[in-house]
């Protein structure tokens, strides 16, 4: 009896512990915290964005950086996992401070920079104020929508790495991002033309953009009268015919949140096979954070830039890439039935691997940020392992989405 009792006893107080994933979660929550209170001790104007760090310190860009809306967004995971106050005070303070992105025109980033924060808090507590301030960040994301091409222009015009080629309408595979913002304006608004823009680029994206195997150029230039294909490129990856890890995860990540908005199953097929490409790819480290470029070691491919290995070993992981990956598969695993397993399986593996001290910051460290290990861009010798807010934002919300999926 007395043994009975023991064994009831032991059994109840195994079931009340948390099980590994979820002591997992809240761990990291428990040292995003730690960061980000420690963080907002050192940034206290919220025009001046924690980014990075350069030369080992604290690098803040303006609002109008592609990266301003992370921190806000972070602050809003901060504020979902603990529903504390405190969280929820600054991530209004720091979306607050920018509004004046809504009138940016002259790049494609307006979506990041919008959606991470407003679309959060919209999310989160149901402002109805940041309602027109996002609805006016689409019009201006839908004044770089050209219809001959099919696609909103990521950048203005500029010119390739061999200083020659000219790109005209550069659209980038980041842009797959933004697209979420056109959603939500059509939804909010009852007007389809933000929704059927962000369709016909996802479509012209899919015709242009990828390889056979699934793997994405990150630039593809684009003639405004005819709609041609002029260049297909790369800016921040290894070559022009090489896969960029950080772009193959904001292709995989753009794909299956297209889906989402529009139910279609060809965007679902076409978000599985970016999804197979990446996790069978054989650079794969085993502990699953990708190298900068999955082509990167690869001696049949030739940069069109100059290497310079004073700054970097062409070894590097992106973490940012690895957190990008991991925060998709997860909602993809959601759209595809058994084979679900295997997508939240490999972003399992990529959440632990993120935990580690080996790309986890100790308490205290790191500036303040949660993860280290990111590249920016390797061509332009910029941002090379180091923390980047946005590895932070899609870490914290690939773990939102596992905790979702553990129930
Ligand atoms: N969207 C710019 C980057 O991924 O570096």
């Known amino acids: 009896m007395k043994y009975l009792q023991g064994l009831i006893a032991v059994l109840i107080l195994i079931s009340c512990q948390p099980n590994n994933d979820n002591r997992l979660i809240e761990d990291n929550f428990r040292l995003a915290q730690a960061q980000y209170t420690n963080m907002l001790k050192v940034v206290t104007d919220p ?40 969280w929820r005070k600054e991530a209004e303070k ?26 959060n808090g919209l999310r989160l507590v149901g402002n109805e104020a940041y309602q027109p301030i996002l609805v006016q960040a689409a019009e201006s ?26 790109w005209f309408f550069p659209v980038i595979i980041d842009n797959m991002m933004n697209l979420e913002l056109l959603f939500y304006a059509s939804k909010a608004t009852g007007d389809p033309k933000y929704k059927d823009a962000a369709i016909e680029h996802a479509e ?28 297909k490129a790369t800016c921040q990856g290894y070559t022009d015919a090489s896969a960029w890890a950080r772009g193959q995860a904001w292709g995989l990540y753009g794909f299956t949140m297209v889906y989402r908005e529009t139910n279609d199953p060809k965007f679902l097929s076409f978000a599985r096979n970016i999804a197979d490409y990446i996790i069978n790819h054989p650079s794969l480290p085993a502990d699953k954070i990708p190298l900068w470029d999955f082509n990167a070691l690869d001696p049949e491919f030739k940069p069109e830039w100059m290497i310079d290995k004073s700054k970097y070993t062409l070894r590097e992981r992106d973490v940012s890439a690895g957190a990008i990956i991991a ?18 399986g490999f972003a399992d593996q990529v959440i632990e691997s993120l935990s580690s001290p080996a790309y986890r910051a100790k308490e205290g460290e790191n500036n303040n940020f949660i993860l280290t290990r990111s590249v920016g861009s390797i061509p332009h010798g910029a941002e090379i392992t180091v923390p980047l807010n946005y590895a932070d934002y899609y870490f914290l919300e690939a773990l939102l989405r596992k905790k979702e999926l553990e129930g």
């Open 47 to 86: 025009t001046r964005v924690p980014r990075t760090t350069k030369d080992g310190k604290l690098h803040t860009t303006g609002i109008k950086s592609w990266t301003s809306g992370f921190f806000a967004g972070s602050l809003w995971y901060l504020y979902e996992y603990t529903q504390a106050e405190k």
């Open 94 to 119: 720091w979306t607050q401070a920018l509004e004046p992105v809504k009138f940016v025109t002259n790049n494609h980033d307006v979506g990041f920079m919008m959606y991470c924060s407003y679309g």
């Open 141 to 166: 994301l839908m004044t770089r929508f050209n219809s001959t091409v099919g696609c909103t222009e990521s950048w203005d015009y500029r010119k390739a790495w061999d200083g020659k080629t000219e």
């Open 204 to 231: 012209t994206t899919m015709k242009n953009h990828y390889r056979k195997d699934f793997s994405s150029y990150h630039v593809v230039d684009y003639d405004t009268l005819s709609g041609d294909v002029l260049d």
């Open 327 to 344: 925060s998709a598969l997860y909602e993809l695993s959601t759209y595809t039935g058994e084979d679900g397993e295997k997508y939240r």
